[in-house]
Antibody
C-alpha cells in the first residue's frame, strides 16, 4: 500500500524557516518524481515544487522561488521541503504527492501537514 | 500565472448528470493535453479522478469522464450519487516547467 507521511509543520514567525519531510513507503521511491502542493485555509490547491526521480532537476512556483528548496534522499525514501523567509501567505496545509514527471498528474497524496506563519 | 477558472459551485440531483468546467488559456489547457481532475472531501487529501484530459485511473467509477474543447476542460459526473458530493479541482501543465490548478468547485448532490 502506498503511503506518504508528512511531518515538520507547525507555527513559525514571519521571516522564519521550517523543513518539511515526507516519508514514503509501499512503492519504488526512485521510480517517481515527487512534488509538494499546498492549500491555504478555505482556499484551493496550489502547486509548490517538483523534483525529478534522481533529484537532478527541480522546479518551483514563482511564489516560492528563491525561498523554498525541494530535495530528496533516495536512500531514506524521503522528500523534503526547506522553507525560508516565510510569509503569512505561506500558511497552508502542505501535501506531498507522487508524480511521474512534470506534465503528469499527482497520483498518490499524503495527508498533509499544516504550516502556520504568524507572529 | 493566474489560476484556472472554475465555477465556485455546481449541483445536481441524485441520478442526474452534472458538468464542471475549467477555463484556462492557450498557454495551458489550450496548448497541452495534460489536464487532470481531483476530488477532495473536507479535511482529506485530494484524489486523482481524471488525467490526460480523458483518462480514468484504476478504481475511479466510469461515471466520471473528462473532455476538452479549446481552452476549456470539463468534468462530467453521470448518475450522481451522494458520495460524489465534494470539492473538485482541475489542473494543467502550463509550460515553463510549471503546473496550475483551478480555484475549485463545490459539488452538491440534491
Amino acid at each position: 500500500e502506498v503511503q506518504m507521511l508528512e511531518s515538520g509543520g507547525g507555527l513559525v514567525q514571519p521571516g522564519g524557516s521550517l523543513r518539511l519531510s515526507c516519508a514514503a513507503s509501499g512503492f519504488t521511491f526512485t521510480n517517481y518524481a515527487m512534488g509538494w502542493v499546498r492549500q491555504a485555509p478555505g482556499r484551493g490547491l496550489e502547486w509548490v515544487s517538483t523534483i525529478r526521480d534522481t533529484g537532478g532537476a527541480t522546479y518551483y512556483a514563482d511564489s516560492v522561488k528563491g525561498r523554498f528548496t525541494i530535495s530528496r534522499d533516495n536512500s531514506k525514501n524521503t522528500l523534503y521541503l526547506q522553507m525560508n523567509s516565510l510569509r503569512a501567505d505561506d500558511t497552508a496545509v502542505y501535501y506531498c504527492a507522487t508524480v511521474k514527471g512534470l506534465v503528469d498528474p499527482f497520483e498518490y497524496w499524503g495527508q498533509g501537514t499544516l504550516v502556520t506563519v504568524s507572529s | 500565472q493566474s489560476a484556472l477558472t472554475q465555477p465556485p459551485s455546481a449541483s445536481g440531483s441524485l441520478g442526474q448528470s452534472v458538468t464542471i468546467t475549467c477555463t484556462g488559456t492557450n498557454s495551458d489547457i489550450g496548448r497541452y493535453n495534460y489536464v487532470s481532475w481531483y476530488q477532495q472531501d473536507p479535511g482529506k487529501a485530494p484524489r486523482l479522478m481524471i488525467h490526460d484530459v480523458t483518462q480514468r485511473p484504476s478504481g475511479v467509477p466510469d461515471r466520471f469522464s473528462g473532455s476538452k474543447s479549446g481552452n476549456t476542460a470539463s468534468l462530467t459526473v453521470s448518475g450522481l450519487q451522494a458520495e460524489d458530493e465534494a470539492d473538485y479541482y482541475c489542473s494543467s501543465f502550463a509550460g515553463s516547467n510549471s503546473v496550475i490548478f483551478g480555484g475549485g468547485t463545490k459539488l452538491t448532490v440534491l
